[in-house]
């Protein structure tokens, strides 16, 4: 497999963006961060927010133009950085099918794309840039002047210049500084979605819960198995993302690593395999994104089901009594 090309600074255009009317719909996590880096790349942005908007002061106060949602209308370039599942109605109303061409419309994950939630107009061009963290941590990279790293697709080039005005906006909220990735809609909505649900999200959630519990049931008392668990998650995180899981395993003590790589092999087995080969398939079949959309719909009952058992379970409630005490302290 051919390694994907990655873009810098020298294959992005600046200017090409700075000629075009740029919105950005939402000012919430990722929003805030795109509006404010285009703002002071020297970009015309402007945010456009719901009537009643809880952010409205807030993007006031950060000396934004603000518009109503009639503004989409007439922007060359319309970033979608409101939460997944509202994206599709969001179109359906603002998106008349109309012929009107030199319009970008930029996703910043692939999903409602890749999984025809919508079907954008064909004249228009479109665009991923998603980028490799949260939005705090985009705004606060370009403050400092290194930028984080994201991701580029194109899924329509109408203009047959999609990719260029990709680049020139990934430029412009800072990301060329960190590196521009290329890759399809699909690779990304599948990698997303199945690293978050089993490893960065799930597995971590799932796993440190599992093994709470069964310290407990053991008659480990709750604050041990706090500090032998979640305390020292974040350690062994950063040893993984500098070092890699074999450089992590070969830093901590021989008791440790011997008992750990034994360990791997018998919970780890053939048939977790085939549980992930489920999971990743659920994915790549729609159905989850089909389930998604079904409880979105009804206001997410399922969801709020689910987490509200989450916050129940004891791993949860001592992690709060020990959050509780740091903050008195
Ligand atoms: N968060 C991340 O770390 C991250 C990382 C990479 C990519 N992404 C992607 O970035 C996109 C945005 O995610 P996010 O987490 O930044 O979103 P978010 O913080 O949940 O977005 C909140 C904003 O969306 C507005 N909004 C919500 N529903 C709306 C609707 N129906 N119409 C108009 N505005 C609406 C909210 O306005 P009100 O004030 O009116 O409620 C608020 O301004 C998603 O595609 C997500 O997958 C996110």
Do not use: W
């Given at each position: 497999?051919?390694p ?41 942005v402007?945010v ?31 970033i ?11 179109y ?26 919508i ?16 939005g ?9 002047g ?62 440190t ?18 500090l ?14 500098e ?65 509200s ?6 791993c ?14």
């Open positions: 497999m051919t994907s090309r990655i873009y810098h600074s020298a294959d992005c255009d600046p200017e090409l963006i700075m000629k075009r009317q740029i919105t950005v719909i939402g000012y919430g996590s990722q929003g805030r961060a795109f509006a404010l880096n285009l703002r002071d790349s020297g970009c015309n402007q456009a927010l719901r009537e009643n908007s809880t952010s409205r002061q807030q993007v006031l106060s950060e000396r934004l133009p603000l518009r109503s949602m009639a503004a989409v209308d007439k922007s060359d370039v319309v979608f950085a409101i939460p997944d599942h509202e994206q599709p109605d969001f359906r109303n603002h998106f008349p099918n109309e012929d009107r061409g030199n319009r970008t419309l930029v996703f910043l994950h692939g999903l409602n794309i890749h999984f025809g939630n079907v954008p107009n064909p004249a228009y061009d479109v665009v991923l840039l998603a980028p490799h963290g949260p705090k941590d985009l705004r606060d990279s370009y403050a400092q290194n930028g984080m790293s994201c991701f580029i697709a194109v899924a329509q080039d109408a203009s047959n210049r999609a990719l260029r005005t990709g680049l020139s906006l990934a430029a412009a909220i800072g990301a060329d500084k960190a590196g521009i990735y290329e890759t399809t809609f699909e690779h990304e909505t599948l990698g997303d979605l199945f690293g978050e649900q089993t490893l960065l999200v799930g597995g971590l959630a799932g796993l819960t599992a093994v709470f519990q069964t310290m407990i049931e053991n008659g480990i008392p709750p604050e041990n198995a706090y032998e668990t979640v305390h020292q998650l974040r350690m062994l995180a950063s040893m993984i993302e070092y890699g899981p074999a450089g992590m395993i070969e830093r901590v003590s021989r008791t440790a690593a011997y008992g750990s790589l034994e360990s791997m092999k018998a919970l780890f087995d053939r048939q977790f395999e085939d549980k992930l080969q489920e999971v990743y398939g659920d994915i790549k079949s729609g159905e989850f994104n089909r389930r998604l959309m079904v409880d979105a719909a009804k206001g997410f009952p399922v969801l709020k089901q689910l987490l058992a989450a916050r129940e379970d004891q949860q409630k001592t992690t709060a009594k020990f959050s509780r005490r740091k903050e008195e302290l």
